[in-house]
């Protein structure tokens, strides 16, 4: 699906929209509280990006922005990764398996933020491995993931033969 349509289907309306712009403001006043002013303009920025192109594309520029905020306090990380775990999930639950994607999004998110938490602070580990490790992880996960939603919805079967001919 392409990013034009993907945005003409996005009525402003709907309530996964809504609640991906009260992200993108909690996200945007999490920066301004914590930064320097001009991360107004980031906000600015954030609202276009989900409005006009992609929310995965908002988050990550989000999260972008949040470095420029030298030491975050407690308040502005949770103001703004809130923010952006809201904008994702109101993207999951505009799904057609709403009820999954939404889980699964709400499961993930602070998995991964937790076991970064604890890794960096509590066990005073390096970031490099820290990273490293996550990103195999993930990628490990998603992956098998990806393998078993191609058996799933038979496009690759057990028997060759009879797979999915996509031509």
């Not at 909690?26 to 192109?53: D, H, N």
């Not at 990380?77 to 939404?102: D, K, N, Q």
């Amino acid at each position: 699906m392409s990013i034009a349509r993907e945005t003409k289907e996005r009525s402003l309306r709907s309530i996964p929209t809504v609640l991906g712009l009260l992200g993108i403001v909690a996200a945007a006043g999490g920066l301004v509280l914590g930064g320097p002013a001009w991360l107004g303009l980031a906000g600015v920025a954030l609202g276009g990006l989900y409005l006009f192109g992609t929310p995965v594309l908002a988050v990550v520029f989000g999260q972008i922005a949040l470095v420029a905020v030298d030491a975050p306090s407690l308040r502005t990380l949770v103001l703004v990764e809130g923010g952006l775990f809201i904008v994702l999930l109101s993207r999951a639950v505009a799904t057609p398996h709403s009820r999954a994607a939404g889980g699964l999004v709400a499961l993930v998110v602070p998995l991964l933020g937790g076991l970064t938490w604890l890794s960096l602070e509590r066990w005073s580990l390096d970031p490099l491995p820290v990273g490293a490790v996550l990103l195999t992880g993930v990628a490990v996960v998603g992956y098998l993931l990806h393998r078993y939603l191609l058996l799933e919805l038979d496009i690759v079967t057990e028997d060759p033969a009879s797979d999915s001919d996509f031509q």
